[in-house]
């Protein structure tokens, strides 16, 4: 919380599905105000392959390998959803111009562990560095694990022990003194890669669990069930490490599950928000869902944030009471339902009238809000408005033309409150090589999303 104000920032920019035919890249970010390079990419380091899809990142040491000195948070890992490949970047020799590191290659993971598809990767007290994976090398889902060796990023094999592993994967967070790892959900790789088809959900390709693993076993234990269509996302413990409990956003079901561990010792679920969808004409189905897509907590553990991709806003909620979240900031990015657009609202639940367009330097943002990112002191939301490219492509088809952006929000931590900075804006749509899709932001020296405390 007290740590110093972040001044750079890194984010994967994405070009499969857009049409140009160039390598993804590590853009890295100047944020800080007062510098003459404010808002601006002053790095880019290109993929030497096409079409990896990167999406998410992590470490290589975070606040798990407390207290071992010889650990330093020096190489980012960037696993490539689609390809399967794992880049290490160097971010340590110097932080405002990253290297490549190393490469591990698909065959890799498909031979040591049979698994593709990496999502998440964080790094574990041991050393090593744990990747969640979405499916098997053929594009079925597989909810397996595998673990890098932290010196070497040689692939060791499956974390995962016993014949049990969940149908699907996604993300995944750790809780050692409650001897627990909890993932979740999304989709088969080979069902959601090129869009989504809501008949999918029924058919049984999306998720709906949060499954349980005992973390000194790395068995799998228990799967909570959050009801059919739901498809969980991102999940996070609250921070505290004593703390036996956390929320997870569920993307279809526009619910925030807060998951607890029960007087038994197993594990339960129990819906605290919901996001009404509204009833709508001129879009895929009459009902559109906010599609919370992105969630995190403050690192004090006392507010809760999430980003409602269609809809177009982003939520703070006053978590003091874990059981009943307290909405007490929002703030609309674009979306699907801004006035002048192509979709109508009939019928809505939370709003009077469809939202204004949101315009920022002159510039009406495609897309909606969707990874969130938030500072030390928890005064400012990083926001960026691609999901996915196969997904972007699909639902909003301007963002592959005009690019992402990343906005930042100004957070009234007293109170709660959320409002939109004017003066930051970060256009992709001006990159070099054209458009690219901007996803996860990450501090160098770690953040609300990527360290977990031991």
Same mark, same amino acid.
């Given at each position: ?19 140009? $035919? +160039? ?137 995962e022990k016993g014949g049990k592993v969940p ?104 819906k605290v928000i919901e996001v009404p969808s ?53 703030? =609309? ?15 809505? +639940? ?44 699909? =639902? ?34 001006? $990159? ?23």
């Amino acid at each position: 919380l007290k740590g110093p104000r972040e001044e750079i920032v890194y984010l994967p920019c994405i070009y499969r599905n857009t049409g140009i $035919e +160039k390598p993804d890249y590590l853009a890295t970010v100047d944020v800080n105000p007062k510098s003459p390079h404010y808002c601006q990419v002053i790095h880019r380091l290109p993929m030497p392959n096409l079409k990896d899809e990167l999406h998410h990142s992590g470490w290589n040491s975070c606040s798990s390998c407390f207290g071992d000195a010889t650990k330093k948070r020096n190489r980012l890992i960037l696993p490539s959803l689609i390809s399967s490949r794992i880049y290490v970047v160097d971010v340590g020799t110097d932080m405002r111009a990253p290297r490549i590191h190393k490469v591990v290659e698909p065959v890799e993971l498909f031979w040591k562990g049979n698994v593709a598809n990496p999502h998440t990767s964080h790094c574990l007290g041991s050393g090593d560095i744990l990747i969640s994976c979405l499916g098997d090398p053929s594009g079925n889902g597989k909810g397996g694990f595998i673990l890098l060796d932290g010196e070497t990023f040689e692939v060791k094999g499956n974390w995962e022990k016993g014949g049990k592993v969940p149908s699907l994967g996604y993300d995944f967070w750790y809780q050692p003194r409650h001897n627990v790892l909890m993932s979740t959900e999304w989709g088969a790789p080979k069902v959601l890669a090129n869009g989504f088809n809501p008949a999918d959900v029924a058919r049984g390709h999306y998720g709906r669990h949060i499954n349980v693993w005992d973390w000194s076993t790395h068995t799998y234990l228990q799967a909570v069930d959050l009801g059919q269509g739901s498809i969980p996302l991102e999940i996070r413990f609250l921070h505290n490490p004593d703390a036996a409990e956390g929320f997870v956003g569920c993307a279809l079901s526009g619910a925030v599950h807060r998951f607890y561990k029960t007087e038994k010792g197993d594990w339960a679920a129990e819906k605290v928000i919901e996001v009404p969808s509204k009833k709508v004409q001129g879009w895929l189905l009459p009902d559109m869902p906010g599609l919370i897509t992105d969630i995190l907590i403050s690192l004090d553990d006392r507010f809760l944030y999430f980003s409602n991709w269609l809809h177009g806003d982003i939520r703070q909620y006053d978590i003091s009471n874990t059981r009943q979240p307290k909405l007490v900031g929002q703030v =609309f990015l674009g979306g699907s339902i801004a006035k002048g657009g192509a979709v109508t609202v009939v019928e809505d +639940k939370e709003l009077r009238c469809q939202p204004e367009p949101f315009v920022i330097k002159g510039k009406r943002v495609p897309g909606g809000p969707q990874m969130i990112q938030l500072s030390l002191d928890g005064k400012r939301l990083y926001v960026t408005s691609s999901l996915y490219s196969g997904w972007d492509k699909q =639902f909003y088809p301007d963002l592959l033309k005009e690019g992402s952006v990343m906005l930042q929000i100004d957070v009234d931590t007293e109170r709660g409150g959320l409002k939109v900075n004017e003066n930051f804006l970060v256009d992709f749509g001006k $990159e070099p090589d054209g458009p690219v899709l901007a996803h996860e932001i990450r501090y160098p020296g770690g953040d609300c999303t990527s360290d977990i405390w031991v």
